[in-house]
T-cell receptor, first 112, second 116 residues
Framework: AQSVTQPDIHITVSEGASLELRCNYSYGATPYLFWYVQSPGQGLQLLLKYFSGDTLVQGIKGFEAEFKRSQSSFNLRKPSVHWSDAAEYFC??????????FGAGTILRVKS | DADVTQTPRNRITKTGKRIMLECSQTKGHDRMYWYRQDPGLGLRLIYYSFDVKDINKGEISDGYSVSRQAQAKFSLSLESAIPNQTALYFCATNFRGTGLNTGELFFGEGSRLTVL
């Protein structure tokens, strides 16, 4: 069965520091890959997605993610974190393009 | 107005009661989903529907049922609520697309259910 692993439950970074959130997936072929963000009390908003082509994808709010087939990873990065980035981040895969499977989420805390 | 609307947003109920969570969308999407979110577990799929006459179980469908009354409406029912169904429930929609349109879900703001 397909699965998504986000190894870090919580991450704390200082405002202005760089950020990397890890995501590994288990699937035989290259799935569709997504990163969503959930601010407190809100639904999930799509940050970026990967389907094919360039393995470095740009998203909203200054985020980017890199697909590495050899590592089955799709890590999310941001060069300089802002206090407003504090939220929970979910990696998700859609193996056949249907029915997203989500990771457990990583809670990001930003300290000033 | 939100494209995907869930009602109620918050509900407290007692064990054994029947509860219905409703979802309506104005995006014109044919596919609708119900997910459950628990801390540390992410979102898990309960049921999904690709069309009005299509209902499919997700990974955690036991104790739940759904009804797709129209293309725009998808409701989730708990026939006899139990405390471990306390969670945040999300409705989501998408359409059968191709390429970069594939898979992206559009979420409602969630319905927080507490079962005492």
């Amino acid at each position: 069965a397909q699965s998504v692993t986000q190894p870090d439950i919580h991450i704390t970074v200082s405002e202005g520091a760089s950020l990397e959130l890890r995501c590994n997936y288990s699937y035989g072929a290259t799935p569709y890959l997504f990163w969503y963000v959930q601010s407190p009390g809100q639904g999930l908003q799509l940050l970026l997605k990967y389907f094919s082509g360039d393995t470095l994808v740009q998203g909203i709010k200054g985020f980017e993610a890199e697909f590495k087939r050899s590592q089955s990873s799709f890590n999310l990065r941001k060069p300089s974190v802002h206090w407003s980035d504090a939220a929970e981040y979910f990696c998700a895969v859609a193996p056949g393009g249907d029915k997203l499977v989500f990771g457990a989420g990583t809670i990001l805390r930003v300290k000033s | 107005d939100a494209d995907v609307t869930q009602t109620p947003r918050n509900r407290i109920t007692k064990t054994g009661k029947r509860i219905m969570l409703e979802c309506s969308q104005t995006k014109g999407h044919d596919r609708m989903y119900w997910y459950r979110q628990d801390p540390g577990l992410g979102l898990r799929l309960i049921y999904y529907s690709f069309d009005v006459k299509d209902i499919n179980k997700g990974e955690i469908s036991d104790g739940y049922s759904v009804s797709r009354q129209a293309q725009a409406k998808f409701s989730l029912s708990l026939e006899s609520a139990i405390p471990n169904q306390t969670a945040l429930y999300f409705c989501a929609t998408n359409f059968r697309g191709t390429g970069l349109n594939t898979g992206e879900l559009f979420f409602g703001e969630g319905s927080r259910l507490t079962v005492l």
